[in-house]
């Protein structure tokens, strides 16, 4: 079984414009409803996917996400773009938690939650971490998962070791033996804040709060940036040994740097890692993502068969609108 592709678990997904019910073989064949839930007029349904850029890619379509401050008017301006998710900048900005708790604060607007009918934020927040993979460092990634973070984005990760530590810091600690197990658990427990957020139960929270694939119910998206040679060379390694990666972020910027064509994005020799890169990806059926995404250049990214773009935040929208058109999606899933 490829640990990466939900679709190969045994577990069948039932998809809908907002929901994910989860169809095990306890339910095939059952034709009872699943459990439902009201709370002060909003259904809660076993199985709604809460994490929308997870949501896009069990739809088989891209998901459209920008780097952008983690501060609250930068937040609110955010709340009615066409973007699945907002990815706060915190790796070149200074760590603040109260600051990233704002902002996440901000994102929510409870008519749209009220509208929909469902908890889920429309706008799913990840956070970009600003320690490198070689520092081994757990404890930021623990604040911005106990915050309420869907996700963590993990800058300069290079070896198997530090994505088995990245992934590990994203999960809570389970029984020796435990079905998916490894990697092990390292997330300390305080889920008190964050499953607030996702307006869930602790207990529901905990059922949820797992990585994604590796747990298909899970909502948590580990994001691994490959930034330089080292990292293209062990990348194979690591997808076949650490289970629970979710998404492979290629970082341009720096790898462009390390091979001597600073940002020249177009030069033979980083378009040739680029492609080297996303190859190892889609040979292990894991999403692959790109920055530096525009509305020159959005139709050539689909094409190569990007999972996960990141239009910029200023002048981005109008490549997001072209990118949705161009795969076929009308809106947000």
Partial sequence: MDVHDPTKSGVRPFLSRSVVIYLTSDHLGDDKPPAQRYWGGITMVEGVRLNSIIRAFEQ???????????????AMS??????????FEMEHTPWDGYVLRDAMQYLLDRRQIAESGSVATTLTPLVRIPVNGSEMNQWIAKQALDMGAYGVVWPHIATVDEARNAVAACRYPRPKGAPL??????????PTAAARYWGLSLQEYYDRADVWP????????????????????N???????????????????????????????????????????RAICKKHNVMVGRPQVDADNIE??????????????????????????????????
């Fill in 235 to 277: 990348l194979e390694d690591m997808l076949r040994n650490v289970p629970g990666i979710g998404l492979i972020l290629i970082g341009q910027g720096d790898l462009s740097r390390v091979l001597g064509h600073p940002r020249q994005y177009n030069h033979p020799t980083v378009r040739a890692a680029v492609a080297e890169i």
């Fill in 300 to 333: 050539e990214a689909l094409k190569e068969g990007y999972d996960f773009l990141m239009p910029s935040p200023t002048r981005g929208l109008l490549a997001v609108e072209r990118g949705m058109q161009l795969s076929k999606r009308s809106s947000k899933s």
């Fill in 78 to 87: 955010f709340r009615d773009t066409p973007y699945d998710g907002i990815v």
């Fill in 181 to 190: 197990y490894e990697p092990a658990g390292a997330r300390g427990d305080s």
């Fill in 214 to 233: 590796l747990d298909p119910k899970g909502e948590i998206l580990v994001v691994l940036m490959i930034e330089d040679t080292d990292g293209i060379a």
């Fill in 60 to 74: 088989k379509v891209p998901a459209f996400t920008t780097f952008a401050p983690a501060d609250a008017n930068t």
